[in-house]
T-cell receptor, first 115, second 111 residues
Framework: EAQVTQNPRYLITVTGKKLTVTCSQN?????MSWYRQDPGLGLRQIYY???????DKGDVPEGYKVSRKEKRNFPLILESPSPNQTSLYFC??????????????FGQGTRLTVV | QKEVEQDPGPLSVPEGAIVSLNCTYS??????FMWYRQYSRKGPELLMY????GNKEDGRFTAQVDKSSKYISLFIRDSQPSDSATYLC???????????FGKGTMLLVSP
């Protein structure tokens, strides 16, 4: 089954404690991205990657890091989480090129609370 | 100004009603226009997409794009309670890979 898998689904952490949210896709997609979704603000892109070792900033990259060492994995790293990073996070993947990008496959989401 | 604007709702309709969901956009370079549906506590999933101007129909759903007015619409006929979800419009410039999303409209269809 084609899917994007995020872990964990729920996470409560304290300010400043480094955390990683993992994302893995089994569709051999080149393009992967991270979004955060907040009430009234919608989906905002944090970082994206067009292939292995190629990453770039989205609209709201401050406070986040990513890496793309393998095609299937795209972890999101919060080195020093702060309460304003409390949000619902989604990982997505899609093939590259033309209309292929119209279908982004999303993970189930990770609800992060930073206290 | 956000590149894709969408009324957040909520929009409440009775079962069987025709629903109209709308977005406007500002970037003339957008070529592909999508509608994603997001159920509560789930990730968005693609409902349908349209290339450039025109209509596209899929069952009870019709997507419409008017590039002259930069207007995107989704019509749902014979709406069902199972259609209750947040609907996100999105746009894509064919030269790029990044989707630009609207904020989403919450739709509630009551039995």
């Amino acid at each position: 089954e084609a899917q994007v898998t995020q872990n964990p689904r729920y996470l409560i952490t304290v300010t400043g404690k480094k955390l990683t949210v993992t994302c893995s896709q089994n569709m051999n997609h080149e393009y992967m991205s991270w979004y955060r979704q907040d009430p009234g603000l919608g989906l905002r892109q944090i970082y994206y990657s067009m292939n292995v070792e190629v990453t770039d900033k989205g609209d709201v990259p401050e406070g986040y890091k990513v890496s793309r060492k393998e095609k299937r994995n795209f972890p999101l790293i919060l080195e020093s989480p702060s309460p304003n990073q409390t949000s619902l996070y989604f990982c997505a993947s899609s093939p590259l090129g033309g209309r292929s990008n119209t279908e982004a496959f999303f993970g189930q989401g990770t609800r992060l609370t930073v206290v | 100004q956000k590149e894709v604007e969408q009324d957040p709702g909520p929009l409440s309709v009775p079962e069987g009603a025709i629903v109209s969901l709308n977005c406007t956009y500002s970037n003339s370079a957008f070529q592909y226009f999508m509608w994603y549906r997001q159920y509560s506590r789930k990730g968005p999933e693609l409902l349908m997409y349209t290339y450039s101007s025109g209509n596209k129909e899929d069952g009870r759903f019709t997507a419409q794009v008017d590039k002259s007015s930069k207007y995107i619409s989704l019509f749902i006929r014979d709406s069902q309670p199972s259609d209750s979800a947040t609907y996100l419009c999105a746009a894509l410039n064919s030269g790029y890979s990044t989707l630009t999303f609207g904020k989403g409209t919450m739709l509630l269809v009551s039995p």
